[in-house]
């Protein structure tokens, strides 16, 4: 019978120093750099405690973790491994197109600059996720559990953040009760917990002053 160690071998191979030999350092670290970037992109949230703005890669880690925490007490039926890729490359166009605030008019059309930059992105040399585009139009225009989840609380994180800066990000955009409310009205559909939630939130910051009832 073979020992574990042996098992060990056969189950994780060394790399192949061939292969090694090929890659170069300098291509890794300027792709890593451009990744980076998302750290200098900010988004219209507030975080919470201080008075400065979130940026996108801060927004990505917590999304990430919230899908992962959700989806555990939810016991739901999803691939956890596939779920914080999802997560974690969400954001990734907005190196190139920047943060498109939720109630823009031009959020419509976000995409498009934000899918030539995860091409940009997937042709970098130093690249060494293959599948980064695939990835990424999973999350934008898939329908699995996970794309449906990431897609709740993507919507319910920049809320959280608002309900506890006082409103800060809607007094400052002028944003309406009714805008709030039909940007998550799909999340009655898969969680009707959290849209049952939502809506007593949306009433509690329209009589704060921090929604206009309208």
């Given at each position: 019978?073979?020992?574990?160690?042996?098992?060990?071998?056969?189950?994780?191979?060394?790399?192949?120093?061939?292969?090694?030999?090929?890659?170069?350092?300098?291509?890794?670290?300027?792709?890593?750099?451009?990744?980076?970037?998302?750290?200098?992109?900010?988004?219209?949230?507030?975080?919470?405690?201080?008075?400065?703005?979130?940026?996108?890669?801060?927004?990505?880690?917590?999304?990430?973790?919230?899908?992962?925490?959700?989806?555990?007490?939810?016991?739901?039926?999803?691939?956890?491994?596939?779920?914080?890729?999802?997560?974690?490359?969400?954001?990734?166009?907005?190196?190139?197109?920047?943060?498109?605030?939720?109630?823009?008019?031009?959020?419509?059309?976000?995409?498009?600059?934000?899918?030539?930059?995860?091409?940009?992105?997937?042709?970098?040399?130093?690249?060494?996720?293959?599948?980064?585009?695939e990835v990424w139009e999973e999350q934008e225009t898939g329908h699995s559990k996970e794309t449906q989840l990431l897609r709740v609380v993507d919507r319910l994180l920049p809320f959280?953040l608002n309900l506890n800066t006082e409103g800060k990000t809607w007094v400052d955009a002028n944003v309406t009760r009714s805008q709030v409310a039909g940007a998550h009205g799909f999340?009655?559909?898969?969680?009707?917990?959290?849209?049952?939630?939502?809506?007593?939130?949306?009433?509690?910051?329209?009589?704060?002053?921090?929604?206009?009832?309208?």
């Amino acid at each position: 019978m073979p020992s574990n160690a042996t098992l060990a071998t056969k189950q994780k191979p060394l790399p192949d120093p061939t292969r090694a030999s090929n890659i170069d350092i300098d291509d890794i670290t300027h792709f890593l750099l451009e990744l980076d970037a998302l750290k200098r992109v900010n988004r219209r949230s507030y975080v919470t405690g201080t008075t400065r703005l979130e940026n996108s890669a801060e927004h990505s880690w917590h999304l990430a973790m919230a899908c992962w925490s959700i989806a555990e007490l939810f016991e739901l039926e999803v691939n956890h491994e596939k779920l914080l890729k999802l997560a974690l490359i969400h954001d990734l166009g907005e190196i190139d197109a920047g943060d498109t605030f939720l109630y823009a008019e031009t959020r419509v059309d976000a995409h498009n600059e934000e899918r030539a930059g995860i091409a940009r992105l997937q042709s970098e040399r130093g690249n060494g996720i293959a599948d980064l585009s695939e990835v990424w139009e999973e999350q934008e225009t898939g329908h699995s559990k996970e794309t449906q989840l990431l897609r709740v609380v993507d919507r319910l994180l920049p809320f959280l953040l608002n309900l506890n800066t006082e409103g800060k990000t809607w007094v400052d955009a002028n944003v309406t009760r009714s805008q709030v409310a039909g940007a998550h009205g799909f999340i009655k559909d898969s969680f009707p917990s959290i849209h049952e939630w939502l809506t007593k939130q949306i009433d509690y910051a329209t009589k704060q002053g921090w929604l206009i009832d309208v």
